[in-house]
């Protein structure tokens, strides 16, 4: 079978030069689209479960959200472990699955199951929702938002900066390709605080219920079809929105004796921070801290990337005497990690080179052994994105570790083919290329299948590791298998060719 292979692509040499050019510019597109990150994704499919409740102290919020959120996920299909924290004020719940379950049909399951949960919590006591469809490695990009200088900028406060952050800057940023949620610390939450007065509502005859339910129904926008009027017609719209203090003091909470009572006469409204229990701070001033997560499976540099232009159109945006201030930024990390590798790929191709030529002892051969090492890494890359691998640190040492192994069917078929060629030539017979190399294909083609089955077989091993030491090991093993499937594939079609039009006769 191998040795027809042979044959067939020495008769149909230019075929197979316009095959492999082909596979060329694929394996470039395919380098080019690759996903790219610094390490391979580690963290298992997990969903995570946020429930706020504040005020509750733990004990409380572990027996009334965090047990009907647990026993609420529990049977759903493809379950490992259902792991939770429970917090003063906050429940947290991660669903863990098997690794070849499908993240978005994962995070449906939970979705729909938390429908039924939701109905089992006290009303009042919050509303469970997922976290964010990132992973460990999602935080790509942190930045500040702060006072461009301390000494002018006085006027701007904290809960400035952090209103800046969530209605602004996490809007903008939320909006760039591959970005699934931008979070927000420090600073100062504005609130608008109505503090009632207790002598007043005695005075008033009104209670704390009272007040809060007229705020809940004040606070809205009605519709109220329209009138005519001759031709026209006006649309009806009843305007309850608040927008400050003042809209708030004026709603009217109770009417007595024909008066209203306005809310301003029963409390105090004022625009405060809310309460908090930390802060961020850089350079011992405060700042509020913003960090962009990345979708699961994403191309971290292009989500960077895309996050950075919105950071230019935020900044054209800020008010003056604040700014944004880049903190940690993962293509750093991955341009440190890919260099590394890509000098380790080319340093080795170098002095496979070098040593091909020494121990050839000839230009010609040296270059057609040289040629299948490209071709090679461009057929793993492919591979790669039909794969879905990420290009890493793991992924692409296993390149740098089969750059030797790479060329040894190369090296074995020119080394005989040369080795036939000058026999000839000593025995005065007349030397066709072609016939020489057919015939050298012919006497170590199996022999060196054989070889690259069992470099390949060597690795099998680490396909059966599974969990984090599989999602971490399996990428190299992959990329060796492909590279040297590729060198297989090369020494049986285009080495041949290139050695019967490259070799001295």
Same mark, same amino acid.
């Given at each position: 079978m191998l040795n027809k292979l042979v044959e067939a692509s020495l008769h149909y040499k230019f075929l197979v030069i316009v095959s492999f050019a082909v596979v060329a510019f694929l394996g470039w597109r395919a380098v080019v689209t690759v996903p790219i990150d610094a390490f391979p994704d580690v963290t298992p499919v997990q969903v995570n479960i946020y429930t706020e409740a504040a005020? %509750?102290?733990?004990?409380?919020v572990e027996q009334l959200l965090t047990f009907p959120v647990e026993s609420g996920m529990a049977g759903l299909p493809g379950v490992q472990e259902i792991r939770s924290v429970s917090l003063f004020g906050l429940s947290y719940v991660s669903v863990y699955f098997e690794d070849d379950m499908d993240i978005y049909f994962a995070r449906r399951l939970v979705m729909e199951r938390l429908q039924e949960v939701s109905k089992r919590i006290p009303e009042g006591y919050g509303t469970p929702e997922m976290g964010p469809n990132t992973s460990g490695l999602g935080q790509v990009f942190w930045y500040t938002v702060e006072r461009a200088d301390e000494k002018l900028d006085a006027g701007i406060s904290d809960m400035d900066l952090r209103t800046i952050q969530d209605w602004s800057v996490r809007l903008m940023l939320r909006t760039a390709p591959g970005v699934d949620d931008v979070m927000s610390w420090g600073g100062q939450q504005m609130q608008f605080q109505v503090v009632i007065e207790p002598l007043k509502l005695i005075e008033y005859g009104l209670s704390f219920r009272?007040?809060?339910e007229v705020l809940e129904r004040n606070n809205r926008q009605v519709g109220g079809q329209y009138i005519d009027q001759g031709a026209e017609q006006y649309l009806v719209r009843g305007l309850g929105l608040v927008k400050n203090e003042q809209d708030i003091g004026n709603i009217v909470v109770k009417v007595k004796d024909g008066t209203p009572v306005y809310l301003r006469h029963v409390a105090d409204?004022?625009?405060?921070p809310a309460l908090r229990f930390g802060a961020v701070t850089r350079d011992g001033r405060e700042v509020v801290l913003g960090m962009a997560l990345a979708r699961i499976n994403e191309?971290?540099?292009d989500v960077v990337d895309a996050v950075k232009e919105k950071v230019k159109v935020a900044e054209s945006t800020l008010p003056e005497g604040v700014a944004i201030e880049p903190i940690y930024d993962r293509t750093v990390l991955v341009d440190k990690a890919v260099n590394t590798a890509v000098s380790a790929l080319v340093e080795?191709?170098?002095l496979v080179a070098i040593i091909l030529f020494l121990f050839l002892g000839e230009l010609r051969s040296a270059l057609v052994v040289i040629a299948a090492l490209p071709l090679a890494m461009l057929i793993a890359f492919i591979m790669m994105g039909?794969?879905?691998l990420s290009a890493n640190l793991m992924s692409l040492a296993g390149l740098a570790i089969g750059i030797g192994m790479m060329v040894d069917g190369a090296v074995v078929l020119t080394e005989n083919a040369f080795r036939i060629m000058a026999e000839r030539r000593k025995n005065g017979e007349q030397v066709n290329r072609t016939e020489a190399v057919l015939a050298a294909a012919r006497e170590v083609a199996n022999p060196i299948a054989f070889a690259i089955l069992i470099i390949i077989v060597v690795f099998l091993p680490l396909f059966s590791l599974s969990g984090l030491e599989g999602k971490l090991f399996k990428p190299m093993a992959?990329?060796?298998s492909f590279a040297m499937v590729g060198s297989l594939l090369l020494t049986m079609t285009?080495?041949?060719? %290139?050695a019967a039009m490259i070799l001295k006769p």
């Open positions: 005020g %509750l102290a733990a004990e409380d009272e007040i809060i409204i004022s625009r405060q191309n971290a540099k080795g191709s170098i039909e794969m879905g992959f990329n060796i285009i080495i041949p060719v %290139l």
